[in-house]
């Protein structure tokens, strides 16, 4: 079975830290894993992805230098570190798969992955 699930979220304070898990299962071809948000009453957006095995990684401008994306081959874990948070990324979070490589051009875009998680909460309050 395809399956996808997070772990991880949680509740911080601004300038706080929280570390995201990610695993698929071993029917899940993920030649690209990302990160996803959505806060409330907006679009879901790319926050990073990672081809996996080669571990070129992309990350959205606002949360580049602060987030790090990484992957452990051996488990088909997705991990995302998140430091020096702020109120505004307050969201659910959602790990997410792909048949395909990621590229620079079309990571960030919803429709270039397969397989979603059900997302898990993230508060950061000011």
């Known amino acids: 079975q395809v399956q996808v699930v997070e772990s991880g979220g949680g509740s911080v304070q601004a300038g706080g830290s929280l570390r995201l898990s990610c695993v698929a299962s071993r029917y899940t071809v993920s030649f690209c894993m990302g990160w996803f948000r959505q806060a409330p009453g907006k679009e879901r957006e790319g926050v990073a992805a990672?081809?996996?095995?080669?571990?070129?990684?992309y990350y959205a401008d606002s949360v580049q230098g602060r987030f790090t994306i990484s992957h452990d081959k051996a488990k088909n874990t997705l991990t995302l570190q998140m430091n020096s948070l702020k109120p505004e990324e307050t969201a659910v979070y959602y790990c997410?798969?792909?048949?395909?490589?990621?590229?620079?051009?079309?990571?960030?875009?919803?429709?270039?992955?397969?397989?979603w998680g059900q997302g898990t909460q993230v508060s950061v309050s000011s």
């Open positions: 990672i081809n996996t095995g080669r571990d070129s990684a």
């Open positions: 997410a798969a792909a048949r395909r490589w990621c590229l620079l051009a079309s990571w960030n875009r919803t429709g270039v992955f397969d397989y």
